[in-house]
């Protein structure tokens, strides 16, 4: 699992590895409208976005391979990637 800051917001991202539900739990996120999600394979793929997260999003990972994915998130201009493993 992974917790860390991304502007004023903290992003706690579990669990990693995942099996079927990825939770991505977004503090003080100041500005929804300003918030973006994405879900790229290793080759740079997008398979997934998201918009105006909440604070609680919960991803569904049942319908990927087992590796490694990029989880990319952006609040507010400001963006960090984490490798999330499929098991």
């Known amino acids: 699992s992974y917790e860390e ?3 004023s917001a903290l992003v706690q991202i579990f669990p990693n590895p995942v099996e079927q539900k990825l939770t ?14 994405f879900i790229y394979d290793m080759a740079g793929k997008q398979l997934y976005n998201k918009e105006n997260l909440l604070e609680t999003n919960f991803l569904n990972f049942s319908k990927y391979a087992k590796g490694a994915y990029i989880l990319r998130i952006l609040i507010s201009g400001k963006q960090k990637e984490w490798v999330i493993v499929k098991e």
């Open 5 to 7: 800051s991304l502007g």
């Open 24 to 37: 991505v739990k977004i503090s003080n996120l100041k500005n929804r409208s300003e918030s973006l999600l």
